[in-house]
């Protein structure tokens, strides 16, 4: 299959005045065309900044990629001048906002916004772009004739979708969900993830899925990647993943979460809280949290291996009794 | 049977919206909450959970009902003794990074509900103090420090021992983890848990999170647009919801259960204004199951099910038909 986006050693930081906020630490990933992957962490972890430094919508001046390459389709991305990224950004790989409220100019009408990217992409005249929005909106759910209302005359649900619209207009091969539904009610968050799943199977585009909950990404993807202090620690198949968690971080995640079908008299909490991103531990970057930390643990920074055919853990335990049983075999 | 702690009889909060009418936030809510049960008290945004404790804390008038604290009406007290009644109800509030002072030193902030209740005594309000970060589990050295210095978990714990300051039977807990990560989630809920079978206390606690609810609670009251729809053990009302609204909101939680496949309820629409509502089933735009009757009544809060209160007349009809005689309760069988 072919890769729509290949991340190799992504290395991001924000300068602050505080110092320099490590956000993304070696990240590698990759997606493959119609795939659904869940990008799943705490705040912090650096889930968004992943997200802004594919499309380069990190803070320009705090914000800087140090290291790394991405591949978009084969186009490598970082270097690219600005008008190349902007051909690409809502025309080939688009995003979804966590925020609805925020993410829609207030003083626009929805026609205009969505209206927008048919100008800018493929040239439409406005009345043309304009009828364009209105077909978007019906797709989405919502009548055609409300191209004319601002932001503010929708309820929360529906400018989510006035979102969805927007980023679909160009039929996209990459499509980034920032916390689509976190803002939303969850009856709503039903109807929202129901319209994604129906919108992924009609248009087929890759999709990363961002989000601090578990159950939600359990819904939408295949593959899910577990971050932690801004790199991966954990990647498998959603099926794998929630029915044997191998990182201690992931069991943790797991066990600290009360769910509508268990049973648990006491949650386990994890100790501690999320690493300080300011300043971070050397070697791996949960030890001072994990109940099974070792002593080199402090000091080497374990890799994503393969533990079994879809799954990768970055764990020096994992790790470790991987490469001895392929010696046990071995001998 | 013992009193209950808190007795909540036909409270109502309306707000007056300029220019377009009485926003019905809480509408006609009877709850009994015993002493020592947590009470789930859930709903989507904009239902009057929040208003609803924010009026047991008296932090808001109610425009109509009454509240009583083990017997005594809370709102009929003045001066001194309402001041009493009101060290013992406490709240929590949803927010840790704007519900602490940021310009106040902790310590200020934790000998705060002391000053204002008459104890000015130092050395009694540094033991009381310390007593506080015993049981909630704080390093002393917290009290130097400011608000901006902690982390989201670490502010909450302060809320909650601001809270337990003045030594309550009754705290408002509302959503306390719902502004924090999951794996710190876990330790608040645990704290409070754990304070609870410590200092007997009783919780109403509101959060919009199902997954929560299930796991604190003893009983669930579900509301929807300032009415309560269903009132039942925690147990039950997962396993057996009755009411429309409940299932489908049951229906809609993403689970980290793979293998638990589920029929998925999804309601149409959003949820419509509060605003001079008419006197019909409140859900009666969104609901699935609606019927012509369901426009003409609103339907009260009744017993349809032992320890079970739904307001919804489907339910209620079912119910008759059960207690008429053998034959429709077989065909009932049937039909579910």
């Known amino acids: 299959m072919e890769k729509v986006l290949e991340i190799k050693d992504l290395w991001v930081s924000y300068k602050t005045f505080e110092g320099t906020v490590k956000a993304v630490n070696g990240l590698n990933l990759s997606i493959e065309q119609g795939e659904h992957l869940g990008l799943v962490g705490e705040t912090g972890a650096g889930k968004t900044t992943t997200a802004l430094s594919i499309i380069k919508l990190l803070p320009p001046r705090t914000g800087s990629i140090d290291k790394g390459e991405i591949f978009f389709k084969g186009i490598e991305l970082t270097k690219k001048p600005e008008d190349f990224l902007q051909k690409m950004r809502g025309n080939k790989i688009s995003m979804i906002f966590q925020n609805p409220l925020t993410s829609l100019n207030p003083v626009f009408t929805i026609g205009e916004q969505i209206g927008m990217v048919f100008m800018r992409h493929f040239n439409l005249s406005k009345g043309e772009a304009w009828k364009k929005a209105g077909e978007m909106l019906e797709i989405v759910g919502i009548p055609a004739r409300r191209v004319e209302e601002y932001p503010h005359q929708f309820s929360g649900g529906m400018r989510q979708r006035v979102g969805i619209a927007a980023s679909l207009a160009c039929k996209p091969d990459l499509l980034i969900a920032d916390e689509p539904t976190t803002a939303l009610d969850v009856t709503i968050q039903a109807q929202v993830l129901e319209l994604i799943k129906e919108l992924k199977e009609k248009y087929s585009t890759a999709l990363i899925m961002i989000s601090h909950n578990l159950g939600v990404i359990a819904e939408l993807c295949q593959n899910v990647a577990v971050m932690y202090a801004g790199s991966i620690i954990e990647y498998g198949t959603v099926e794998r993943i929630y029915k044997d968690p191998q990182h201690p971080y992931t069991q943790g995640l797991f066990a600290s979460l009360p769910d509508i079908f268990d049973k648990k008299d006491r949650l386990t909490a994890m100790k501690g809280v999320v690493s300080d991103a300011l300043n971070l531990s050397e070697g791996c970057k949960f030890n001072p949290r994990c109940p099974l930390v070792m002593e080199k643990c402090k000091s080497i920074q374990p890799k994503l291996v393969k533990i079994k055919s879809d799954h990768y853990v970055a764990c020096l335990l994992k790790s470790e009794m991987g490469v001895k049983k392929v010696e046990s075999t071995i001998n | ?336």
């Open chain 2, 1 to 336: 049977m013992n009193q209950p702690l808190i007795k909540i009889i036909n409270l109502k909060k309306y707000f007056t919206i300029k220019d377009k009418g009485l926003l019905h936030a809480v509408d006609d809510i009877n709850l009994d909450i015993p002493s020592g049960e947590t009470l789930g008290l859930v709903g989507e945004s904009g239902c009057g959970k929040s208003t609803t404790g924010l009026t047991l804390v008296q932090l808001l008038q109610p425009t109509s009902g009454q509240v009583f604290y083990n017997g005594i009406d809370i709102f009929s007290l003045k001066g001194k003794d309402s001041k009493k009644i009101r060290k013992k109800m406490q709240i929590i509030f949803q927010d840790p990074y704007s519900s602490l002072n940021p310009k106040k030193l902790i310590k200020n902030i934790l000998s705060e509900p002391y000053i204002i209740h008459g104890i000015r005594k130092k050395s009694i309000i540094d033991q009381n103090i310390n007593h506080l970060l015993d049981i909630t589990g704080c390093a002393k050295n917290i009290l130097a420090k400011y608000p901006h210095e902690l982390d989201g978990g670490k502010r909450q714990t302060i809320g909650i021992a601001r809270a337990l300051a003045l030594d309550p039977d009754f705290i408002v807990c509302d959503e306390p983890v719902s502004a924090l990560d999951v794996s710190i989630q876990a330790q608040i809920l645990n704290l409070l848990m754990d304070l609870q079978k410590k200092l007997n206390l009783t919780y109403l606690f509101i959060t919009h999170d199902l997954s929560v609810v299930k796991h604190i609670s003893q009983r669930v009251a579900v509301m929807y647009l300032g009415k309560i729809v269903e009132l039942a053990q925690t147990e039950e009302l997962f396993a057996h919801p009755l009411h429309p609204y409940t299932q489908a909101l049951l229906s809609a939680i993403p689970s980290v259960n793979i293998d638990i496949k589920r029929e998925r309820i999804i309601l149409k629409g959003d949820v419509p204004s509060p605003i001079n509502p008419k006197p019909i089933c409140r859900f009666f735009e969104r609901c699935p199951q609606a019927t012509e009757e369901c426009e003409r009544i609103e339907p009260p809060l009744e017993l349809k099910h032992p320890n079970h209160w739904v307001s919804c007349t489907k339910v209620f009809t079912k119910i008759q038909k059960e207690t008429d005689g053998t034959d429709s309760k077989k065909k009932l069988l049937t039909k579910v």
